[in-house]
């Protein structure tokens, strides 16, 4: 147990509660769980939300308390970090990417010798690996010392041999990526039951790490416009990328009404 672990403050963003960190401070807590795991023998939790995701707690409340669960919150997303301004709560340090972080966690568990599981992904087809299969050979060529202890598609029906593998796997570190909000609920479900010291729920990562999807340009990214260019490459998106502006003409009426001065 670690009764000391590194924090920078919480800040609450229409009802849940943000960690106001950088990059450098999101990687050095998700470490502090795998180096000090928790008292209780489960999991640690991270959950990196965009505004697509808060908006789905602000229209289905019962996903308050399974993203707020988590022991890590990290704001992944432009309209999180623009949302803050609104409310006059800036998290000034602005915008952790999920998909970097975690792959700083698989750099870091190369040089110190760490276990990661991977979970998620389309299956194996026509003679392919699955998607985590490809990612975990892609990312062991990158960092040659990468032990990935095991790999399990999105697919699988049966909840309890998915949690049988990964527990006896031995992982540190777990990455779900189920896409919201099925990898979440995953983690609230069976955190006390997968041995592992941190889950992550990574959304697209592994299609990343395979090669199969691609990040938005730097520019975009530095531009706070890689929603545009998802929009550009994946036109069947529009209608999810409809959350962000409802999310932020949300939080404008949410500020006017003076609710952000009360408890949600």
């Not at 960190?21 to 008292?39: M, Q, T």
């Not at 959950?47 to 789905?56: A, D, K, V």
């Not at 698989?106 to 010798?113: C, D, H, V």
């Not at 998915?162 to 990898?183: E, M, N, T, W, Y």
Request: with cysteine; net charge positive.
């Amino acid at each position: 147990m670690n009764n000391s672990r590194p924090t920078c403050g919480k800040i609450d963003i229409r009802g849940l509660s943000f960690d106001n960190v950088n990059f450098d401070e999101a990687l050095a807590l998700c470490l502090d769980y795998v180096h000090h795991p928790k008292e209780d023998g489960s999991s640690a939790v991270l959950h990196t939300p965009n505004s697509e995701i808060l908006q789905l707690c602000i229209e289905h409340n019962e996903y308050y308390e399974i993203m707020g669960s988590a022991d890590v919150i990290i704001p992944d997303g432009i309209g999180i970090i623009l949302a803050s301004k609104v409310l006059g709560t800036p998290l000034r340090k602005g915008k952790v990417a999920g998909v970097e972080i975690a792959e700083a966690l698989l750099r870091e568990a190369a040089r110190e010798g760490l276990r990661v599981f991977f979970y998620g992904g389309r299956p194996a087809s026509d003679g392919n690996p699955s998607v985590a299969e490809t990612a975990a050979a892609r990312m062991k060529e990158k960092y040659p010392e990468l032990c990935i202890c095991g790999t399990l598609d999105g697919y699988i029906k049966d909840e309890a041999a998915v949690i049988s593998r990964i527990h006896d796997s031995g992982a540190d570190i777990l990455f779900v990526c189920l896409g919201v909000p099925k990898q979440e609920e995953f983690m609230f479900r069976n955190k006390s039951q997968l041995g592992t010291k941190l889950c992550c729920g990574f959304g697209g990562s592994l299609d990343i790490f395979a090669g199969t999807a691609k990040r938005a340009p730097k520019i975009f990214i530095k531009l706070g416009l890689e929603w545009l260019y998802r929009l550009i490459s994946e036109p069947s998106r529009f209608f999810r990328m409809l959350s962000l502006p409802k999310f932020l003409f949300g939080t404008i009426i949410y500020r006017i009404s003076g609710k952000n001065k009360k408890n949600k």
